[in-house]
C-alpha cells in the first residue's frame, strides 16, 4: 500500500496509446480492452513513474483550468481505480 | 515432403508437407504461390496418435507459440520464423496450416508496417472494395451471402488490410469459413485493390451509419478477433497501426439487417464504391 508520496506507473504488460487525445489500452496479460476519456488519457499518460499524485494534479490543473483541489481529487480516483484494476502501481 | 511458397500481405511462407498434401493445397493456393525466398517456414505432418476431443488450448512462452485445438497441434517459433504443426487427419490439415498462417500474419503484418490481418469479409465491386468485420456471429457470412451475384467475394473469413503512402488496399487472403461452398472459394484468385471504407457490423432493427472517430474506430478493430494482444510488443505494433490506418480510410459502425436493401442504403449513404 503506498503512502501516496510515489510515483504512479503503468504495470508491465500493458500496451497504451493515445489516439484523437484518448488512450486505447490493451491489458496482454487479461485480453481486456479500456478506452479513456480525455483527462483520464492524460493522466495515464502523466503517470509515467517520474511524477508524484500532487505533480500530476498540478500539471492537470494547469492544463484544464481547474482547482488544485478538484485535480488532486480526480487524480486521486483515478490512480486508485487503475491501481485496483492492476493497470497502474506504485513506483 | 514438398515444399510449395505461397504469399500473403507480402510475407512469403514455405510450406514442407506430404506430397499428396501438397498437390492438393497447390491447386487451392494457386494464385498465392510466389517464387519469392521463403521467410517462414511451416512443416506440417500428420500424426495420428493426436487426440481429437481434449480440452483446446494456447500457450506462449517468450517468442514461441503453442496451441491444441481438436485434433491440431502447432509451435510457432517467432525468432526462428519457423511452425512445426501436426494433426490427427489429413483432413485437419489445412484448417491447421490455415491457423498458423492467419496467426503469423496477425503478428508479424502490424510490425512490417501499416498493415492488418481483419476478421472479416471482403467485396469488391467497380475495382474498389469494402470490408465488414466482425467477431463470430456479427453477421460476415450472411453479407458474403448477400453480395452474391453483385459484388466479388475476396473471401469470407480473413481479409488484409494495408496502407501505401496515401492509399489503402484490401488484399485477399485464401482463407474461407469451414462452411463456405468449395465453388464460391474455387472462382477467387489474389487480389489487391482500392479500399474505400471498413464496416463493423452489428445487426439492428433498421439501416444506421456511423462515422467513427479515430479511437473508437480502434476500439472497433479490436473486436475483430485477429488482434495480436497476447504479448506487449505485438499489442502496441497492432495499436500504432490500426491508429494509422484508422487516420487514413472511413471506418464506420453499420447496422444491418439480412436483407438486400443493405446495397441501396450503402448507396443512399454514398458509400458505396
Known sequence: MSDRTGRPRPVQG????????????????ENVVRLLNHSASRIWALANGERTEREIAAQLALEFEVGAQEAEGSVRRFVDEMVAKKLLEWG | MRALTIELGGIPVALHLPSLLAGRLRARYRSYLSDRPAEWGIHYRQQPALPRAAPAWIRHEEAVTHFYLKGQRGRLDFSQREARLASSDLNLARPVIERALAYICMQELPRR???????????????????????????KSTVARLARGRATVLSDENVIVRRQGDEVTLVSTPFWGLSTPATEVRQVHAAEVPLVGLFSLHHASCFTLERLAPAAAVMELLTSEKVATERPS???????????????????????????????????????P
Not at chain 2, 113 to 131: E, F, I
Request: charge should be negative.
Open chain 1, 14 to 29: 500493458i500496451a497504451a496509446r493515445e489516439i484523437g487525445g484518448e488512450a486505447v489500452l490493451i491489458d496482454t496479460r
Open chain 2, 234 to 272: 505485438s499489442a502496441a505494433a497492432w495499436l500504432a497501426a490500426a491508429e494509422r490506418l484508422a487516420a487514413a480510410l472511413p471506418l464506420y459502425r453499420l447496422g444491418f439487417q439480412p436483407t438486400t436493401e443493405l446495397w441501396r442504403f450503402l448507396r443512399e449513404e454514398q458509400v458505396y
Open chain 2, 113 to 139: 508496417g501499416d498493415a492488418l490481418l481483419l476478421h472479416g469479409v471482403g467485396l469488391v465491386d467497380n475495382g474498389r472494395g469494402m470490408v465488414f468485420f466482425g467477431a463470430s456471429g456479427r453477421g
